[in-house]
């Protein structure tokens, strides 16, 4: 409001440089004596501060200044009146502004404040300031209240202090600053002005709704004061926050006009709650699909458990989004691991189940599971059974023995959701989960569908970026995030971190860069998408190992791992959650494509390979994979000696029933032996021989054998032992020598001369 612009009121006085007669030396009321005819103050014309400027000797104990004007105190309006003075010579005076109170009979209101602050003038020519500020309320900051009764006032300023000091003043003005106490033209409507109390203990509930009522559009005020409101409350206006609302736990607050962390933090003072109880009305109220937490820091001393502030769901299926902030974790023992150690039965019969597992109550859902034998990597708690003494996993044991002791050790994330038993198409977006090595950043539902994380930062995860304990993954989608390490500095092999897990199928990681961690996802199911992801994780070890980068646990893998930065680790490939993990009737090592990726190593040890499989039991055999167009690269160090391998530490890789396999299209750089299936070679003999042999091991990946001969082209003519060209040609046999690793082409007779010949290491 400003009744200026709104009214016409006209507040300022005329320059002095209109004349000194409306100018009073004593209160501004009519017949006082004015500074026209005062022989101790004159107007200066050219001032270089101020212009035409009043200059004033003071020689009263108080020398007043009064415009004679009358100017109107109206309800709600506030004025500010102001002043620039300077010292020019004696001594320097105090100076305030002044003012007289006058109401409608034309006397003076007594027994309110009539001057304001007073400034001393400490040096000559510095130029200072004085203002206070009037009104009829009694508010913050007014420094003259004058209540109801008056109606107007004559204000300018005075001198105290010593006399004999000369003091030029520039015009008095007088604003309206109603605006600094009534904002955006009092379209707001006061909780106080409809009951509230803003004790802590009165519930004010009542005064809430009939305030949002009232607001009709406009805004509500809550003014200072701390609210205590007993029920669930929905606001259908918007809510500005001076005070602070207190509600239980399991109480909702909807702000349906301005749902965000601003709202909440104000609502509640604090930015935890705020978050919390904005999660809690996410998941209870149709006006809003996502959470903002509009660019704000949250700093938790301790986990959140959505499910357990959401209260009253443990299912939601409704698409829901927080976005756009940072949750980071303060120091704090609550992000200290929970340990136990049990003993437990296992039994192939129930290969995702202990039994006889002692102080169960104790062991907390989404624990990860390890154990001196048979554990997988990436295996958790999904369920218990306290009473009958079960413990449930997340995946089947590999053959551990009977009865071995087991740790169960529980994270602690930023937020935890593994307290809802189904939540679908949930999505966290442009969020930093800044862990600071103090926690991980979020644990999944038990089950859910459609999970998604886009454009976030998980930054320096204590032990797990993403985690899932059950089935709360299928479907995940992870695109175009950071997942920074706290184990930069580490060496590889001392390394625990992991950027994600999967247990379930079709996964979309896409876009994402990891930075030095472990491994970047364990994948234990089917139908992984893994596109465009730059990861590395090598360290500045000299011949250094490497650790995997992404860990295939199925065998029939349905992936595919395509257009990836694959920097200083490999892609293994392994059956480890198989209760049989000898092949059993099962499809064993296929439906993997890993088509147009940079494979990258610096330094790393010559015996490093980028493709590894790992049988854990006898008789599997690569049956359909793809290894097209990738760029195989090493630096800094030796040469490796190949690109594939097989870890044959507890089984060995069938060669001789391989399967569908094509490798080829592959550039190799600091490479000693270049994987290919087919395989064309030059064979050349400068003696003539009936048989002639090619060993193809240099060239057969995966420890393969030479099965197939699909063509065998003389270069030329084949000749004999005196030269003579031979028209014939030779038949192939397969699987001989070292390793059934060479192929062998017969002729009729001894001969000499080049064949490019291509064999396969399986049946197409």
Known sequence: MNKVITDGLVLMPPAFGD???????????????????????????????????????????????????????????YLRISARIKAV?????????????????????AGVPQTGPSTTLTSYGEVVTVSAIVGIGDRGGVDMPWGETASYGHF???????????????????????????????????????????????DDHAAFQAADAAADGREVLVSE??????????????????????????????????????AYSDAFGDDVIGLKKGLQTLFNQSDHEAFDLVGRRVLLSEPIDVQAVVDNKTSYANRRLIRNGQISAADSSSWDDDVQSSTGTWVVSNPSELSDVADVANIEIGSLVTAPQGVGREVYVSGKNVAAGKVFLSHSLGVPPQSQTYTFRRFKYLLDFIGFQNLQRFVISNVEFLCSGRSSAVMLPINGLTLQFSD?????????GITSADSGCQGLQVDRCQFLSNEQAIRVQDRVTIAMNVNRNDPKIRDNRAVRFKHFAVLSGTGNIILGNHYFQGDTETDGLRSAGIILTKTNAKTTITGNYIDNNFVEWVNEHDAHPELDGEFSFGGLTINGNIFMSSGAAPWTRFIVIKPMGPDHYINGLTINDNVFKQINGQALDRVDGVDDSVAT????????????GNTFHGVQHKAQNPITVKMTENTAAQVWEQDLRDWLPFDTEARVVTSAVPEGAVRSSSNVAIYTMPYATTRHGVGQGSIRLNWSQPVKGSVQMTARCDTP
Not at 89 to 109: C, E, F, K, M, Y
Not at 456 to 464: I, L, S
């Open 19 to 77: 004349g000194l007669g409306v100018w009073s030396r004593e209160d501004g009321t009519p017949g006082t004596d004015t500074y026209a005819t005062d022989p101790n103050a004159a107007l200066v014309p050219a001032d270089q501060d101020f212009g035409t400027t009043l200059e004033i000797l003071k020689a009263d104990s108080v020398t007043t200044l009064r415009y004679m004007g009358e100017t109107p105190m109206l309800p709600g309006m």
């Open 89 to 109: 010579s004696g001594n320097l005076p105090d100076v305030r502004i002044g003012a007289w109170a006058g109401n409608a009979a034309h006397t003076n209101v």
């Open 156 to 202: 300018g300023l005075d001198l105290t202090g010593p006399n004999g000091g000369t003091v030029r003043v520039e015009s008095i003005r007088i604003e309206d600053v109603t605006h600094v106490f009534y904002r955006k033209l009092m379209d707001w409507v006061d909780v106080k002005d409809f009951g509230a109390v803003g004790d802590g203990s009165t």
């Open 225 to 262: 004061g701390e609210y205590r409101i007993a029920d669930n409350l929905t606001m259908n206006s918007p809510v500005r926050f001076e005070g602070r609302l207190i509600m239980d736990d399991t109480d909702r607050l909807a702000l349906t006009r301005n749902f965000d962390l601003d």
């Open 456 to 464: 976030c930062f998980f930054t320096k995860p204590k032990d797990r």
């Open 653 to 664: 890789l069938d060669g001789s029933r391989t399967s569908e396999f094509l490798m080829q």
